[in-house]
């Protein structure tokens, strides 16, 4: 038993039920599902993927695809006073100038952007 | 055409809700005076022995309690009762992390004015509880010496998402060869600015920094009462 995919479980109910309220305000079937996920939000893609079908069994969007939009982190760095981009969830530092920063502006996404309604 | 998709654009965070519930949790502990810490580690950490000593070591000056969060038992409620702190026990069954909404329920019937900290020790899991917001004032991420001093490059989110570091079982550091340097490069690496503290439970080094730290969070703001 991998606690990690019941936590993924867990957080596909949350779309499924996001979805639906959402929804509710259109007319016609979600087919698909919009996510931006970022490497901060503490959940793994391909997690999310399977659990979302079990997620979505049943429900009133069952059949429905989740697409996944993988961002990048960005920080604030205050020695080059600018956002950037960083390569690696274990390194927070400039990859400018190498200064070290914690701020982080971009990462911790776990939202769902769109929805296809047909 | 009738089966054409259209795009609906929105911007809905999937957490909402729990965020939403910790918020106002966070707001509730302000007004009810009560500070709030919880505990993050990965299983076997020391986790209970920590806060075991915490409580204990608090309890003369302040008002303490502590909520616990298991997958299946009560062992650890009953190693904290015996700090007489009032405990509470969080089963979660299957769930591997705690949520905010479990933090409410399980305070149903606290009265949190007599409190003057809570703690709140969640599942024992370097993953999963990272993208939950507690309400809590301060996130500490446990890391023993026996673990490794890579843990935080292996879990760089819950590393990133706590306030402070605290390596425990420094008693054992010589035997396993803990690199001292390694590790705080590593955690520093991940969560640059992070304090790292340095608390053995059983030899009760480092306790004072910690209970230190925790004091300081109810100092009054200079110029100013904390609110109350």
New interface residues.
């Given amino acids: 038993m991998q606690?990690?995919h019941?936590?993924e479980l867990?957080?596909a109910m949350?779309?499924v039920?996001?979805v639906e309220e959402?929804s509710a305000r259109?007319d016609?079937c979600v087919?698909?599902v919009h996510?931006r996920l970022g490497?901060?939000?503490?959940?793994v893609k391909e997690a999310l993927l399977s659990a979302f079908e079990l997620a979505c069994a049943g429900s009133s969007i069952e059949g429905a695809h989740l697409i996944i939009e993988e961002v990048p982190i960005v920080v604030y760095c205050p020695a080059c006073q600018a956002q950037q981009t960083i390569g690696s969830?274990?390194?927070?530092?400039c990859p400018k100038c190498g200064a070290?920063?914690?701020e982080?502006i971009q990462g911790k996404e776990?939202?769902?952007?769109?929805?296809?309604?047909? | 055409m009738a089966?054409?998709?259209?795009?609906?654009?929105?911007?809905?965070?999937?957490?909402?809700?729990n965020d939403i519930v910790a918020g106002a949790l966070r707001l509730l502990f302000q007004e009810m005076g009560v500070t709030v810490v919880s505990l993050v580690s990965s299983p076997g950490s020391g986790k209970t022995a920590f806060l075991e000593k915490t409580l204990t070591r608090l309890q003369p000056r302040f008002r303490v309690g502590a909520l616990v969060g298991d997958l299946a038992t009560d062992n650890d409620a009953q190693r904290l009762a015996r700090s007489h702190a009032r405990v509470s026990q969080i089963v979660t069954g299957?769930?591997?992390?705690l949520?905010a909404e479990m933090i409410r329920n399980a305070l149903d019937g606290w009265s949190l004015p007599e409190l003057d900290f809570l703690f709140i020790e969640n599942?024992g899991?370097l993953?999963?509880p990272?993208?939950y917001d507690l309400g809590e004032e301060l996130r500490a991420v446990l890391l023993s010496v026996t673990e490794g001093e890579d843990k935080p490059?292996k879990y760089?989110?819950?590393f990133?998402?706590a306030d402070v570091a605290v390596v425990t079982k420094t008693d054992l550091a010589e035997a396993v060869e803990f690199d001292w340097p390694a590790a705080e490069t590593n955690i520093?690496?991940?969560?640059?600015?992070?304090r790292v503290l340095r608390v053995s439970a059983k030899t009760g080094a480092g306790l004072d920094e910690w209970l230190e730290l925790l004091q300081g969070l109810r100092a009054p703001a200079p110029g100013g009462t904390r609110a109350s």
């Fill in positions: 606690p990690q019941m936590h867990s957080v949350g779309i039920e996001g959402e259109h016609g087919s698909a996510l490497p901060l939000s503490g959940v969830i274990q390194w927070f530092c070290p920063t914690s982080v776990l939202e769902i952007v769109a929805l296809e309604i047909e | 089966n054409q998709p259209r795009l609906v654009e929105l911007r809905r965070n999937v957490l909402k809700r299957t769930v591997c992390h949520e599942v899991n993953v999963c990272s993208s490059l760089p989110t819950i990133n998402s520093q690496r991940v969560r640059p600015g992070m």
